[in-house]
Nanobody
């Protein structure tokens, strides 16, 4: 069973940056599509970004040009670099691992953007 542990969340001022990390257990990380999702208070969980095993990336329109997803297979880790953060980026950010029809979720890390 895959275990995912997110880190890097915190409080940041508008315009600031954070880098989230998600470390995965197991030995098939390289074959997985990794994703970052977020859930703001009172809202549904939404896709932020995906990166496939071939490193093809997808971004939500709301974060294009500000967020960058990357992966380091040697460390079983996926990253989300978040720049130019806005108050509306405030949410719990979750890491997702998916291979075929099987997926796993981390417990999330809270990002708060506020002055």
């Amino acid at each position: 069973q895959v275990q995912l542990v997110e880190s890097g969340g915190g409080l940041v001022q508008p315009g600031g940056s954070l880098r989230l990390s998600c470390a995965a257990s197991g030995n098939i990380f390289g074959a997985a599509t990794m994703g970052w999702y977020r859930q703001a208070p009172g809202k549904q969980r939404e896709l932020v970004s995906l990166i496939t095993s071939s490193r093809k990336t997808t971004y939500a329109d709301s974060v294009k040009g500000r967020f960058t997803i990357s992966r380091e297979n040697a460390k079983n880790t996926v990253y989300l670099q978040m720049n130019s953060l806005k108050p509306e980026d405030t949410a719990v950010y979750y890491c997702n691992w998916k291979v075929g029809s099987i997926d796993a979720w981390g417990r999330g890390t809270l990002v708060t953007v506020s002055s």
